[in-house]
């Protein structure tokens, strides 16, 4: 099992800043691959941005050259150039190998214009 808390989220004027930040706990040493997932008002989850252990990272196009995913021993995702279609409820997620996924409860980030 792995548990997942999410923190950073919060409201910011077009073009701010904002760093989200994802607590990892429990299974750690299994863990294939973390993601930034988001889902807009209305709209479904979406993949943001994907850290591979010692493999290339995966950015999503509407975010690619402004947010930046990274990890130490907590999962991160800097947002620059905030936009207000950035603005929906973020989910840290991690697979296993097994495909097993973990998510944890999001974090709302706004975007006014």
């Known amino acids: 099992q792995v548990q997942l808390l999410e923190s950073g989220g919060g409201l910011v004027q077009l073009g701010g800043s904002l760093r989200l930040s994802c607590a990892v706990s429990?299974?750690?040493?299994?863990?294939?691959?973390m993601s930034w997932y988001r889902q807009p008002p209305g709209k479904e989850r979406e993949r943001v941005a994907t850290f591979f252990s010692g493999g290339p990272t995966y950015y999503a196009d509407s975010v690619k050259g402004r947010f930046t995913i990274y990890r130490d021993n907590m999962l991160y995702l800097q947002m620059n150039s905030l936009k207000p279609e950035d603005t929906a409820i973020y989910y840290c997620n991690c697979r296993l190998p097994s495909g097993t996924n973990f998510w944890g409860q999001g974090t709302q980030v706004t975007v006014s214009s």
């Open positions: 429990g299974s750690v040493g299994n863990i294939y691959t």
